[in-house]
């Protein structure tokens, strides 16, 4: 009974699972030319920039154009990631290479904040001497900069944000961005007052927010790959309201997770009242995970409760855990959700 049930569980969740994944086939296409264009209007102008930065011997505009250049290894990787994703699920790998955006968004926290702990040093360094800023040339350029960053950032906020990996190259370029107004404001400062360390105090403002965007992508990709819940889902919570729809039992070994970005699945086991429709239970649980939380993705095995069930039905008073056939879920993981007892 609980095997065939499974069986059609799977089916009928990976049917809608096809359409979804038809669905972002096409948005993935739009993703990879926004991010493409970015990347080309990057490139472009770091080269400039590096030219220019040589010319001026200015460092703040090398530095800016090295920030640049992580911009564009930022949104190599989350193409690349784009493509491996895309890939169909064989062989060993039976979710594909979804993870492929989570490891390139890991990457991209990392480097911010590695690139941030570079820009704190070198800031550091010009507040204890200050070095000779041309402060009009690089005014321009930083001016240059922030139209192009504006645009690329432009061109990246059109593409999928909820996907961690796009939101990882977004983040790089604001970040960028950010770099630049403060350069623009560093440059104009020198330009007027001659104060040569207000380069070195922009630039540590940009770090920390360099610091906050990279521990935030580090967190959220930490989450996917440790397996919690999805931000917004509440395990237990959830549990119980499982555990409270007509002729449920009891709901163990629930587990909650993300595949990537987007992509939430479940899993539990249910026991259902004897002579309780245990296929009928299933397709209600399974419309109440998609239509009140978005979970499209979901594997129940239902089972019949043995008998007796309540508590106080066996000689010894044992309730259902203890009586629980012992051929399956030996030891539940995690929490048992029962219906309290005015629900049945």
């Known amino acids: 009974m609980s095997s065939h049930g499974h069986q059609h569980g799977s089916g009928h969740t990976h049917g809608g699972d096809g359409h979804a994944g038809h669905a972002h086939g096409v948005s993935a296409d739009a993703d990879r030319r926004w991010l493409t264009i970015a990347l080309a209007l990057i490139t472009g102008f770091m080269a400039i920039e590096v030219v220019i930065g040589v010319i001026a011997r200015s460092l703040a505009l090398i530095s800016d154009a090295a920030h640049m250049l992580t911009d564009a290894v930022s949104i190599v990787l ?38 941030g702990a570079w820009l704190a040093y070198e800031a550091v360094e010009r507040l204890i001497d200050p070095p000779e800023v041309e402060g009009g ?46 350069t623009a404001v560093a440059g104009l400062v020198v330009l007027l007052t001659g104060f040569a360390r207000a380069d070195g ?91 009140d939380h978005g979970i499209t993705h979901s594997t129940l095995q239902v089972d019949h409760a043995p008998v007796p069930v309540f508590a106080g039905d066996l000689p010894d008073g044992r309730d259902l855990l203890s009586a629980r056939d012992s051929s399956h879920c030996a030891e539940a993981h995690g929490p048992v959700h029962r219906p309290t007892p005015h629900e049945h």
């Not at 504006?150 to 990882?168: P, Q």
């Not at 309201?241 to 002729?247: F, R, T, V």
């Open 201 to 291: 105090i922009a630039t540590l403002v940009v770090v920390a927010l360099m610091f906050k965007a990279g521990y935030g992508l580090l967190r959220e990709s930490g989450r996917v790959f440790l397996e919690a819940a999805p931000a917004g889902v509440d395990p237990d919570a959830l549990g119980d309201e499982l555990a409270a729809q007509p002729s449920v039992v009891e709901v163990h070994d629930l587990h909650v997770w993300q595949i990537t970005s987007g992509e939430p699945a479940l899993s539990a086991h249910v026991l259902v009242e004897p002579g309780g429709d245990c296929h009928g239970v299933r397709r209600g649980l399974e419309d109440l995970l998609r239509q």
């Open 137 to 182: 040339l690089v005014l321009v350029t930083a001016l240059a900069g922030i139209v192009v960053n504006v645009a690329a950032a432009w061109c990246i906020s059109k593409a999928n944000r909820s996907s961690l990996n796009v939101e990882g190259a977004y983040q790089h370029i604001l970040n960028d961005l950010f770099a630049f107004i403060g």
């Open 78 to 115: 989350a193409l690349i990631a784009m493509r491996l994703a895309a890939r169909p699920a064989r062989g060993g790998f039976t979710y594909g290479l979804k993870r492929a955006e989570i490891l390139s968004a890991q990457a991209n926290g990392l480097t911010l904040l590695l690139l």
